[in-house]
């Protein structure tokens, strides 16, 4: 579908092209692009902390031994400004991470996609901030 | 890469996108709300406070791309393409990026066998930079900006010649910022240190974060910036600025009130750290002599203009002025941003150089 | 003269400063409301030890009496804190560990009640509405709401205010803390169910009395109260200038990821 692709080339190319001032700090100075992974697991524990919140995620190894994982997501104030909160990823949630492993070698990871199993993303959308006007609004004056 | 022709080559990339039909939005300052525009403080200053965002000038280029020459503003065409790029923005916020899976696509090529996809260039040309971000990550424009650039100022919206001291010392930073194994933090920008953004890197708009609060009492206007926590008191009542052995990261600010506009000049700057650029760290380093004057003028109850007027002498061989809306959106507030605290990607940055360090080491032992 | 200040000092902690019937010539907002903006800080040496303490040597002999720790009285109602058994072990090892493990000394926001008794300035902005507090200390700030209460969205160092006026008296409420600030140098400390009630009360127009009523049941077998006198900077042109501090931290933080020189 050709406007499909537009929109996903409009996407990609706007964020190609503004990323480099855009993000907190150089990717490739903390990740690694030659170890891409997808990682399933359990979320532990969400930090809620800036510049990049962290998900701790528990994954299942093949051997059945299980691995700790940290995963580094964005900014959370433009999430809490879209109306999640700290409940909005609770403990036992199952999670699909793509993205590289750290440079370091250490069991930390840049979320690039983050889904739910069933692959719908997480952190979509504006959950609402129950400000007037806003499409969240319950309508509680 | 220059960061600034990387920046030309996003808006020549968004300029020559499909042709999506597109709502048009609502123009940043309507004409019927100005009328409205003069409210006042109980004891009579405009009143400019509230929570304002530099959101809507999201994706206009610092520098105006060559093409335009003087014309500060787009024709209705171009508008409208701006406008695809806003709705495509807030969309892959909304959606969480249209599918891009690029590590996944790595993957999948090693399994069947075939070569990895070529990253495209990121920042230094490599590496995971060249990464789209991911959609959950981004803020973005409400509505699109009729300006072909921040700079307003010379008329041809690009920066001055730098004087032959800011451009070694550019050359310098760059070179510094692009060592392929960083030596220590100082690698690093302001920014990435959690130090600061500085006045010029507070405002000027970026993936997220773009939000400021003023706050106003008789004899003061304070500015609190979101990301990295900067604050400026900046005194009303005609005070001079400080003595010049005290200087600073925000430098000292002093205000005045022209009409319904606050005029904001700021001395004092720590000279040959941070630039009058994205995130403070777009461009030469300025010097200690650095001045900015900025003004603030409400011009709608949701709108206030921003300009600023950068004058340094020493760095730039002439002045030179960014002007553009901010604007207070609904809902929209700003939360701690703790950055040094929770600054775990320097540890990670360093501990993998010294990793590399390590590594070059044993291939130069073989 | 010491006798009549600490008998002024029982005399205000004890009077309840919403009820107080005189009040005390003070600025005021267009309102009616007490007018709080100025250059506020604390005297004493709370920040070392909130509660009292001898004067003692300091970590590094090479700073001799400048890096001494003086002594002070403290500003605990009733001197003592009520810690649960578990976090008073938790205190003690905080206490040991107090040069290392001490959020002031790595630059990090100080958290609330103990932002109020750094041995540093802060800023009052008190607009019609709402009123900011900047703190020299690490360029930390937050706004006190004056609107409708809003829940924390998230745990943060310096946690959520929302205030309100009881007559002369800035009530503030701060709740969603991150639990990981601590009250003072000598290793006090909270968890992330602290709840803090402050109180702003100007005694005259230079000195305000601050009072915070402190609970934490994770940590504390009841609440309780610390009062310190804040003074208005005076000085002519007496302004907040910055202490970006996390410049001073980075080789301690990341001193041993930094490349050595090769020999």
Redesign the interface.
């Known amino acids: 579908m050709k406007n499909k692709l537009w929109i996903a080339a409009a996407g990609i190319g706007l964020l190609l092209g503004v990323a480099p001032v855009w993000a907190h700090h150089a990717f490739a100075a903390e990740f690694d692009v030659n170890k891409p992974l997808v990682l399933h697991g359990t979320v532990t524990k969400m930090e809620?902390i800036n510049p990049h919140a962290w998900i701790h995620l528990d994954v299942k190894n093949a051997d059945g031994t299980t691995t700790s994982w940290m995963i580094e997501a964005g900014a959370?104030n433009g999430l809490?400004r879209r109306g999640f909160?700290?409940a909005s990823l609770p403990p036992g949630t199952e999670i699909v991470v793509e993205g590289w492993q750290a440079k370091d070698e250490s069991t930390r990871a840049n979320g690039s996609n983050i889904t739910y199993p069933d692959g719908r993303k997480l952190f979509i959308g504006s959950q609402g901030t129950g400000a007037p006007g806003d499409k969240g609004d319950k309508g509680d004056k | 890469m220059n960061q600034r022709l990387f920046l030309w080559m996003a808006v020549a990339a968004m300029a020559t996108l499909g042709s999506v039909s597109a709502q048009t939005a609502p123009q940043t300052t309507p004409k019927s709300a100005k009328a409205a525009a003069d409210p006042k403080?109980?004891?009579g200053d405009p009143d400019i406070?509230g929570t304002w965002t530099s959101d809507d000038t999201w994706g206009v280029p610092f520098e105006r791309p060559k093409n335009f020459g003087t014309r500060a503003t787009l024709t209705e065409d171009e508008l409208q393409a701006r406008q695809k790029t806003v709705s495509n923005s807030e969309e892959f916020v909304e959606t969480g990026g249209a599918n891009h899976s690029p590590a996944k696509a790595q993957l999948d090529a090693k399994e069947k066998g075939e070569a990895a996809p070529a990253p495209p260039p990121g920042r230094f040309g490599r590496g995971v930079d060249s990464a789209p971000v991911p959609g959950h990550w981004g803020e973005f424009a409400r509505r699109p900006s009729h300006q072909t650039s921040q700079i307003v100022d010379p008329p041809d919206g690009r920066l001055p010649a730098l004087t032959p001291e800011a451009q070694a010392k550019l050359d310098a930073k760059n070179k510094v910022r692009r060592e392929a194994?960083p030596?220590?933090?100082t690698n690093w920008s302001y920014y990435d240190?959690?130090?600061?953004r500085g006045v010029a890197g507070s405002i000027l708009p970026v993936i997220y974060g773009n939000g400021l609060?003023i706050?106003?009492?008789?004899?003061?206007v304070?500015i609190?910036y979101e990301m990295v926590?900067?604050?400026r008191?900046i005194?009303t009542d005609g005070?001079p600025h400080?003595n010049s052995n005290?200087r600073?990261?925000?430098g000292d600010a002093v205000g005045h009130w022209e009409g319904k506009t606050l005029v904001v000049e700021t001395t004092n700057f720590l000279g040959d750290r941070m630039a009058v650029g994205v995130n403070g760290d777009g461009g030469a380093p300025y010097s200690e002599d650095l001045k900015l004057t900025e003004r603030f003028t409400r011009v709608s109850p949701n709108t206030v203009n921003y300009e600023m007027i950068v004058d340094d002498p020493k760095t730039y061989t002439a002045t030179w002025k960014v002007a553009f809306p901010i604007t207070q959106e609904p809902g929209y507030q700003?939360?701690?941003y703790?950055c040094?605290?929770g600054n775990m990607a320097?540890?990670n940055m360093?501990?993998a150089?010294?990793l590399d360090?390590k590594k070059a080491a044993a291939a130069a032992a073989k | 003269m010491i006798v009549a200040a600490s008998w002024a000092a029982i005399f205000l902690s004890v009077l309840p400063a919403a009820g107080q019937t005189a009040a005390p010539r003070v600025p005021r907002?267009?309102?009616g409301k007490p007018?709080l903006?100025g250059l506020w800080q604390a005297m004493g040496t709370a920040d070392w030890n909130i509660q009292d303490h001898s004067a003692a040597a300091g970590p590094f002999y090479q700073l001799g009496a400048i890096g001494a720790i003086p002594p002070g009285q403290g500003i605990v109602e009733g001197g003592e804190i009520p810690y649960k058994p578990e976090a008073l072990q938790k205190k003690n090892v905080n206490f040991t560990n107090r040069f290392k493990d001490d959020?002031e000394l790595?630059?990090?926001?100080p958290g609330v009640p103990r932002a109020a008794y750094l041995p540093y300035p802060f800023?009052i902005?008190?607009?019609?509405k709402?009123?900011?507090f900047?703190y020299e200390y690490?360029?930390?700030?937050?706004?006190i709401n004056m609107g409708k209460p809003q829940e924390a969205?998230?745990?943060?160092?310096?946690g959520t205010s929302n205030g309100h006026w009881e007559k002369d008296t800035l009530v503030v409420d701060v709740t969603g803390f991150n639990g990981?600030a601590w009250f003072d140098r000598a290793g006090d400390f909270a968890s992330d169910s602290l709840h803090v009630v402050e109180r702003y009360s100007l005694l005259d127009a230079n000195t305000m009395n601050y009072e915070a009523t402190i609970e934490d049941p994770a940590t504390f077998t009841r609440p309780w109260k610390i009062n310190v006198i804040l003074y208005r900077h005076r000085e002519k042109?007496a302004?907040?200038?910055?202490f970006?501090c996390?410049?001073f931290?980075?080789q301690l933080?990341?001193g041993d990821?930094?490349?050595k020189p090769s020999k």
């Not at chain 2, 240190?193 to 600061?196: A, D, K, L, M």
């Not at chain 3, 902005?125 to 019609?128: A, E, G, M, P, V």
């Open positions: 809620w959370p809490l909160n700290k | 403080t109980p004891w406070q194994i030596a220590s933090y240190r959690c130090i600061t609060q706050v106003q009492t008789p004899g003061y304070a609190r926590h900067d604050v008191i005194p005070r400080l005290i600073s990261y925000m700003l939360f701690e703790a040094h605290e320097m540890h360093l501990n150089a010294r360090d | 907002m267009a309102d007018n903006t959020p790595k630059c990090y926001m800023q902005i008190q607009s019609q709402d009123i900011l900047a690490a360029t930390t700030n937050r706004l969205a998230t745990d943060t160092w310096m990981n042109d302004r907040l200038l910055e970006k996390v410049e931290t980075e933080l990341y990821l930094v490349r």
